[in-house]
């Protein structure tokens, strides 16, 4: 299989281990996902389980080009959860979810091949 790859971003610059370590990207369950019309690209406002310690968050995702809402709740996501909370246009994303480009430079979700607890820390 061969597959089309957008144009590659330069390597960000060089970071020390203890800086990755100073982002906090945790395993969460998708709990709801609203369709988020007020946004510039096709968007659903999410709700992710994040397990007892970081509790539960909102999301804005532009994901909406290859995931409908019905599909969302139950997946397990990753996401960066120790930004400061980010207004995007009425709503409050409280965490960044985490994805890839495909071919077409739509987002992809990055999720666990199998299940985890929500909480886990990637390392």
């Known amino acids: 299989m061969h597959i ?15 800086e990755f370590l100073k982002v906090d990207i945790r395993i969460g369950t ?3 996902a609203d369709e988020f019309p ?7 406002k999410l709700v992710i389980d994040f397990g007892p310690v970081i509790g539960v968050r909102k999301s ?5 080009a290859n995931y409908s809402a019905d599909a969302l709740p139950g997946r397990q996501v990753a996401a960066v959860v120790n930004f400061p909370p980010r207004q995007i246009g009425p709503a409050m994303s409280e965490v960044l979810t985490l994805g890839f480009a495909d071919a077409e430079g739509q987002v992809v979700l990055f999720s666990p091949d199998q299940l985890l607890p929500n909480g886990s820390r990637l390392f």
């Open 60 to 64: 804005c995702a532009q994901i909406a």
């Open 30 to 32: 998708v709990i709801s």
């Open 4 to 18: 089309n790859h957008p144009p590659a971003a330069p390597a960000a610059p060089e970071i020390g281990f203890a």
């Open 38 to 44: 007020e946004a510039r690209a096709p968007s659903f």
